[in-house]
């Protein structure tokens, strides 16, 4: 069985997100990036899979600018066998991704694909549902837990309500929830074999696809700020104030 | 063109956020046509209609909708949407899973999770879990828009006199098999939708402390809230969760406890109306965002309050 697995490159997300002055978009020179956090969940499972002799093969895929091959070269330090990157610049969205990485399916014939549920830059959550709609394939998304059968997968979705089971027949898409998994970190002697796997790079152009852009942003703004508040000395002075000043109570 | 708003329901009863998609939908054009998807869904189709901004139901129903399977779900809208110009749902995990597929076969890039609608086409959005804020216009001929429930008070539920019309299921989608879902009950208000919310985090120490915040909980008649650390560590359940990949809540009251107050936790509460920490770390950054803090390990603080509070005469349910 083989696996694919997509990553984004994204603002890491301990940084503190300043908006341009131009209104025309967040700081991103001079920034801390690093793969979007579920995602790593998504390269970990496929290894956890493959550890468990139910998968043979792991390619990573990002889709970006020169610079995220990085998460590409982190994904073959964890485990993948081998990467692809899609060169692409300017805004992406996720039927545009959707689209290159369906290309990619294609060509590659995986039996599953894997990604995070949602990038923490756009926060949209739609690559993974959009691509199982072109592809016509089942997807599981929000998954918390794997279970791997012989032509399926058994997965636990969490769900607002609490959680779901589904049972999926493979070639499948599955979206990765933070809880699937505990990602591991890539040791140094990984990290230097990894920089001998194979990265193959393709141009978007060469993929005969539209990807403009049908989405404009037209500003980019700080949001309203909190006012700040005052610090009580003790219990009673906190339920007295939201009892007498901001009547919640 | 009208909009077409996909009704969120458990085949009985509207799920609530219904009402908020139905709000976001009439600011968007005053013709709002609603679908519902379902099995034996009749009570829920009439509650549907109902509603005095829906102008028209579709119902369609079939065994294979019995469950809410996106795979199931999205043709039967796709065929539908020829005569809108707008699709919308709640940008919760219902809408958040079923919207794209929609928006993919439809070749639509959708806008998601929208906290306002500025025009037909143009909409505000969050961003990097809060912390900027996107206008957004999208050319495309159909949009498909999710709206985040909590910045659009829920439409009025009765009164409305909609028809009902049948519409046409569309085949089953064999690959997915819905297996079971496993609801968690509770007696206290929904937490999307709760007027007070008592959220405990990592601070809480052990699941079992938990019963301190579902102390203050049932004297507050409040909802029980978490961050993900807590929810991480198996102190509750993940259907408590707020925060940027949880849930998005806007009570009249927030208090945070044992809560730190990382970004992604501040994405799902800090538009609450009033905000109180209680934290025994005064460099927290949940202060920054709290109305009232206090500065207190919170297994002495949380008896005291309990004592403050049934002390009072009265207490706004």
Not at chain 1, 200 to 226: A, F, M, W
Not at chain 2, 118 to 140: C, E, H, M, Q, W
Not at chain 2, 158 to 171: D, L, N, P, Q, V
Request: net charge negative.
């Amino acid at each position: 069985m083989k696996i694919l697995v997509a990553v984004k490159r994204v603002i890491d997300y301990n940084v503190q997100i300043r908006v341009k002055e131009d209104s025309s978009g967040v700081v991103t020179d001079n920034v801390k990036m690093s793969t979007n956090p579920p995602d790593d969940n998504a390269i970990e499972e496929a290894v956890k899979i493959k550890e468990a002799g139910k998968a043979t093969e792991i390619v990573a895929i990002t889709v970006g600018e020169e610079k995220a091959q990085e998460t590409v070269r982190k994904a073959l330090a964890v485990g993948a066998d081998k990467g692809i990157h899609v060169k692409t610049g300017g805004v992406l969205e996720p039927l545009a991704v959707s689209k290159i990485i369906q290309k990619i399916v294609e060509k590659e014939k995986p039996d599953l694909v894997f990604m995070g549920k949602q990038a923490i830059d756009d926060d949209c959550n739609q690559t993974g549902q959009m691509l199982s709609a072109l592809l016509n394939w089942p997807q599981a998304t929000f998954a918390s837990k794997i279970k791997v059968k012989d032509n399926t997968l058994e997965v636990t979705r969490e769900i607002d309500e609490g959680l779901e089971t589904v049972e999926i027949n493979i070639p499948a898409i599955v979206t990765c929830d933070l809880r699937l998994n505990e990602p591991r970190y890539a040791s140094l002697p990984n990290i230097m074999k990894a920089k001998k796997k194979p990265i193959e790079e393709i141009n978007v152009s060469d993929l005969g696809i539209d990807i403009t852009p049908r989405v404009q942003q037209l500003k980019v703004e700080e949001p309203p700020k909190r006012k700040a508040g005052i610090k009580v000395a003790n219990v009673a002075e906190l339920v007295q104030k939201l009892k007498n000043e901001a009547k919640v109570i | 063109m009208a909009v077409l708003l996909i009704a969120e329901h458990n085949n009985k009863e509207l799920r609530p956020f219904t009402l908020n998609a139905a709000t976001a939908a009439s600011q968007i054009d005053a013709e709002v046509h609603a679908v519902i998807i379902g099995q034996n869904s009749e009570s829920a189709a009439k509650k549907l209609s109902e509603l005095p901004v829906v102008k028209k139901v579709i119902s369609i129903e079939a065994p294979h909708y019995e469950n809410f399977t996106a795979e199931n779900f999205a043709p039967a809208i796709v065929k539908l949407a020829e005569n809108y110009s707008h699709i919308v749902c709640s940008a919760n995990t219902f809408g958040k899973n079923l919207m794209p597929r929609v928006a993919a076969h439809l070749d639509t890039s959708q806008v998601s999770d929208i906290i306002k609608v500025i025009s037909p086409d143009t909409f505000l959005r969050p961003i990097y879990a809060g912390n900027a804020f996107a206008t957004v216009k999208t050319n495309d001929a159909k949009k498909c828009v999710t709206i985040r429930p909590t910045s659009f008070e829920p439409c009025e539920s009765s009164g409305g006199t909609a028809t009902i019309e049948k519409g046409e299921a569309g085949e089953e989608f064999t690959n997915t098999k819905f297996i079971k879902r496993e609801e968690i009950k509770s007696d206290r208000p929904e937490l999307g939708t709760a007027r007070i919310v008592v959220s405990g985090g990592r601070g809480m120490q052990s699941g079992d402390n938990f019963k301190l915040i579902t102390e203050v909980a049932d004297k507050l008649g409040a909802a029980i809230g978490a961050s993900r650390a807590a929810v991480d560590a198996g102190y509750i359940s993940n259907d408590h969760q707020v925060g940027q990949t949880g849930k998005v809540v806007v009570p009249d009251l927030y208090i945070a406890i044992g809560i730190s107050g990382a970004i992604q936790h501040l994405a799902g509460m800090k538009e609450s109306k009033v905000i109180v920490a209680i934290n025994k770390d005064g460099e927290a950054p949940i202060f920054s965002v709290a109305d009232y803090g206090l500065e207190a390990d919170l297994f002495e603080a949380l008896p005291q309050f309990m004592e403050e509070l049934n002390k009072l005469n009265t207490i706004q349910k």
